[in-house]
């Protein structure tokens, strides 16, 4: 039975949902499940989580991201980015220093108001369901934060290729639109790419049809332990070990505090613990049951 990770470089024109559907059918499985939506327009790393590692999925969520993106001045869309209905177009009088200087105000802690084309629910419906029948509703603003902003290239006086790392849940349609507004002249996002999530780049991502096409595409999937390579690792036997797997808790009074990957003396990579105050608990089990 298949498990693991899967990084897929994700072509323009598919959903995420796209693409688990596709590599149900190639795996034969139907646990798939993807860690962290990326809209049909954009393209880049897309980690996919099939078999018993569905259940670290919401681990690669709350990750970190880093995308390259094409912030257009002067257009405003009613999606915020360029697919969408062209709202208003404005001339653009603005240098690149001005960019810069605006930038610092969308670096750190910020607020962000979600777009009304994405799947955030209000009262039980998605936004973008009620966006396509031509209805507007309040949303509130939601805390995200923006790590690193900056400009990577310029290609004309309205067109900049920027770069962004941030937090979950930043939406980096509504960062063009909302720097567009910052400086007067409206604007949305051109292209999005996502260069890394989950502590995974564009290097480890292999394309769709590399992984139809191969023989055995089992070979691409990595250990579900590849996504906490940032802990450290523990290894246990014995009374501990039995504890772990039975999800107890197990009394190690040396151990210090922080996250571990435990693992078995076998090297079966049994679960995610926490260890505070000489006690040892599971966030998430691993093992194959």
């Known amino acids: 039975m298949a498990s693991g990770i899967l990084i897929i470089d994700k072509p323009a024109g598919w959903t995420s949902m796209d693409v688990c ?3 149900r059918g190639i795996f034969h499985e139907k646990r798939v499940g993807h860690g962290g939506t990326l809209d049909p327009m954009a393209t880049g790393v897309l980690p996919v989580f099939i078999g018993r590692a569905t259940r670290a ?24 980015d360029i697919t969408g209905q062209v709202l208003e177009a404005r001339p653009v009088q603005v240098s690149r220093e001005q960019l ?23 009262n039980g419906k998605k936004l973008y369901e009620l966006a396509r029948k031509g209805r507007e509703v309040e949303r509130p603003a939601r805390p995200v934060t923006i790590k690193s902003l900056e400009i990577l ?12 790392r941030c937090s979950k849940g930043t939406y980096i349609r509504t960062l063009c639109n909302d720097l567009g ?3 007067g002249c409206g604007g949305c996002m051109a292209s999005l790419c996502r260069a890394a999530a989950a502590g995974f780049d564009g290097e480890d991502a292999y ?4 992984i139809q096409a191969a023989p055995d595409p089992t070979v691409f999937l990595r250990p579900v332990d590849s996504l ?25 009074p040396d151990l210090a505090p ?10 079966i990579f049994l679960a995610l613990c926490r260890a505070q105050g000489g006690k040892l608990t599971t966030i998430k089990s691993f093992f194959e049951v």
């Open 21 to 23: 559907a596709k590599l």
């Open 57 to 80: 999925v919401e681990f690669a969520e709350k990750s970190d991201k880093e995308y390259i993106a094409g912030l257009k001045l002067g257009v405003i869309t009613n999606t915020q």
């Open 100 to 122: 810069e200087a605006v930038l610092e105000q969308f670096r750190g802690n910020i607020m962000q108001i979600p777009p009304m084309y994405s799947a955030i629910k209000i």
């Open 153 to 164: 290239d310029q290609q004309g006086k309205d067109l900049y290729t920027i770069q962004v």
């Open 181 to 183: 507004t910052a400086l």
């Open 207 to 210: 394309p769709l049809e590399i």
């Open 228 to 252: 906490f390579q940032d802990r450290a690792a523990l290894t246990v036997s014995g009374a501990v070990e039995k504890k772990i797997r039975n999800g107890m808790t197990a009394v190690l």
């Open 258 to 267: 922080g996250e571990y990957r435990v693992y078995s003396q076998g090297e």
